[in-house]
């Protein structure tokens, strides 16, 4: 199984801050990884897909790079509604796997 | 607009079983594959089965193999999961999704929550 190691689990930020995200695989997914935002009580949210992709309505400020085994999810200026919980995911083999979560909080 | 609304979720004894429903609106249910994913309480996400768009396939993790079963009904735009011998640990929210191409998981229900507890 293809195992996803997120840093950092917590993160302590300020609006208006830079900030991103690590994923890391265990072995080479090519560019086969999501990430997604979950608000406490929510559904997951789809953000990015195919390391870098926009999904439709995600604000620009958002944005996923890397591939193989390594990679990014980075919000430019962070916003209110930007603190929540972050998930990477890779759909490269079965079983499909998510990363342990990043947990933004308010500084 | 899509709608994946589940239900079947409860408070069940440890060995005992459960089935789960997801109803499925605002799309051609029949064209696209189907996931679910739970969540224990304050954890985080884990993948639990897929089925394809015709049934013809099924995955599962290897936490719930042999125990729960994924099915679909495309007659009535419903996806299943048949959940027997559950165990404490299988206690969480559990949501289903809609895969669209690439697999990517971009519309998810609200979760049902089951309980696992004598």
């Known amino acids: 199984d293809i195992q996803l190691t997120q840093s950092p689990s917590f993160l302590s930020a300020s609006v208006g801050d830079r900030v991103t995200i690590t994923c890391r695989a265990s072995?080479?997914?090519?560019?086969?990884l999501a990430w997604y935002q979950q608000k406490p009580g929510k559904a997951p949210k789809l953000l990015i897909y195919a390391a870098s992709t926009f999904q439709s309505g995600v604000p620009s400020r958002f944005s996923g790079s890397g591939s193989g085994t390594e990679f990014t999810l980075t919000i430019s200026s962070l916003q209110p509604e930007d603190f929540a919980t972050y998930y990477c995911?890779?759909?490269?083999?079965?079983?499909?796997?998510f990363g342990g979560g990043t947990k933004v909080e308010i500084k | 607009q899509v709608q994946l609304v589940e239900s079947g979720g409860g408070v069940v004894q440890p060995g005992g079983s459960l089935r789960l429903s997801c109803a499925a609106s605002?799309?051609?249910?029949?064209?696209?594959?189907m996931h679910w994913v739970r969540q224990a309480p304050g954890k985080g996400l884990e993948w639990v089965a897929f089925?394809?768009?015709?049934?013809?396939?099924?995955y599962y993790a290897d936490s719930v193999k042999g125990r729960f079963t994924i099915s679909r009904d495309n007659s009535k735009n419903t996806l299943y999961l048949q959940m027997n011998s559950l165990r404490a640990e299988d206690t969480a929210v559990y949501y289903c999704a809609k895969k669209m191409r690439g697999d990517w998981l971009d519309y998810w229900g609200q979760g049902t929550l089951v309980t696992v507890s004598s």
């Open positions: 605002g799309f051609t249910f029949s064209n696209y594959g």
């Open positions: 995911q890779q759909v490269n083999s079965y079983p499909r796997t």
């Open positions: 089925i394809l768009y015709d049934g013809s396939n099924e």
């Open positions: 072995q080479g997914i090519s560019s086969y």
